[in-house]
């Protein structure tokens, strides 16, 4: 999985050399993988000795770790902040997969890194916040869908959890092609995927 471009640094700490060099890490994790990039090609690509980076980061592996635990908690905050609103299900659904896909859209790599990566270390000891925090994200999402089944304003036929693997994968598998510079930004892919999702392909 390569996104085509995006913002190198990560969100919290993008002012910041530390946070230059966690974007760097990202952009090269996603498009190269995690156990082709050394320590050295993220240094030679942030213009400094290999052991300059040592000064910030104990390890390559720290700083896949940062990475993934900052993405994956400020997306959870934005979830449960949408959840906890008080809009009808099909509302806080709609502001859900808009998020989405600003995700996808500010930061790239980082929904790259845990597309390709978070099955692999998801079992380490260091990276249980992974395998967790997606839980949460997943509960989230069941609420807002069985909510909306409740009300009546979603199907009762279909499968919550069926519904939203399928929606969780198509939604974050398109990393692989969404352009951030192409000609449908992200607003408008989110809200044709959700036209395509409630009304299907065929006409009348």
């Known amino acids: 999985m390569t996104p085509r471009t995006g ?8 002012g910041t050399r530390r946070g230059e060099l966690l974007g760097i890490a990202a952009q090269l994790f996603a498009t190269r ?3 082709q990039t050394t ?7 942030a213009g400094i000795l290999s052991g300059s980076l040592y000064h910030h980061f104990a390890s390559k592996e720290d700083m896949l770790r940062e990475i993934l635990k900052e993405f994956m908690d400020d997306l959870l905050a934005a979830f449960a902040a949408i959840a906890a609103t008080d809009g009808t299900p099909r509302e806080r659904f709609d502001a859900l997969v ?3 896909f600003a995700t996808i859209h500010e930061r790239p790599f980082a929904v790259a890194l845990y597309q390709n990566e978070s ?4 079992s380490l000891a260091d ?18 869908l069985q909510s909306g089944r409740e009300t009546g304003e979603f199907r009762g036929d279909l499968e919550t959890s069926l519904v939203y693997r399928f929606i969780r994968d198509t939604v974050w598998s398109s990393v692989r092609w969404y352009n951030p510079r192409g ?10 995927y959700l036209s395509m999702l409630y009304g299907g ?3 009348g």
Not at 119 to 122: D, H, I, L
Not at 127 to 144: D, N, Q, R
């Open 183 to 192: 000609k449908l930004r992200h607003d408008v892919v989110a809200q044709q």
């Open 127 to 144: 990276f249980e916040f992974v395998g967790k925090t997606s839980l949460k994200i997943e509960k989230l999402w069941l609420g807002v």
């Open 201 to 203: 392909l065929l006409a």
């Open 119 to 122: 099955a692999v270390v998801g």
């Open 39 to 45: 320590v050295r090609d993220i240094a030679d690509e």
């Open 98 to 100: 808009h998020t989405s």
């Open 33 to 35: 993988g995690y156990s």
């Open 7 to 14: 913002r190198a640094t990560t969100a919290k700490h993008g």
